[in-house]
């Protein structure tokens, strides 16, 4: 006969688990490995614009980025992007040249951060094998979309 109680408790972790993906998981945090120059649709989004974070297309059969109008809100926005040397790929050493040069021009554009944070998107060795040698540098809202463009206004 099976146990009632280990039934009961399957299923108040099943609604907890409903509960918590309905309410969102509060702020996002964005790394090095939340998108990388791999995902299609990414190679095509150019500096100052804006776009989706990947979500899986049936059409595509693969994760996706789409560009989108700032003005209509987005997931993110590329800010700057940064060139790696010549060399064979090590992704550690990109990485490190990628938090570093992105965060450098982060604090350039946003010294009070005013709630916004930043990320890093990397090659790929199969794109770096193809002579991309582009970190872009991704701006985004820990809490939610960008209602607009969040680059500041030439003076």
């Known amino acids: 006969m099976p146990d009632p109680s280990a039934a009961r408790r399957l299923a108040v972790a099943a609604l907890l688990v409903l ?5 969102g998981g509060g702020e996002t945090h964005k790394d090095d490995a939340f998108i990388d120059a791999g995902v299609t649709g990414l190679l095509d989004i150019e500096l100052t614009e804006c776009f ?11 994760d996706v980025v789409v560009y989108t109008p700032c003005v209509d809100g987005a997931d993110n926005q590329s800010y700057m992007f940064v ?3 010549e060399g ?12 570093d040069e ?23 060795a199969e794109t770096w094998a193809d002579g991309d040698r582009a970190i872009m540098c991704a701006v985004y809202d820990p809490e939610g979309r960008l209602e607009d463009s969040v680059l500041p206004l030439a003076e």
């Open 102 to 124: 992105c965060g450098q021009g982060f604090e350039q554009q946003w010294p009070g951060r005013d709630g916004l944070d930043y990320y890093p998107i990397l090659p790929t």
């Open 19 to 23: 509960g918590l993906s309905a309410c």
């Open 52 to 62: 989706s974070d990947p979500e899986y297309s049936d059409f595509a059969g693969e």
């Open 83 to 85: 060139q790696a040397p």
């Open 88 to 99: 064979s790929w090590d992704r550690e050493a990109v990485a490190e040249l990628g938090w």
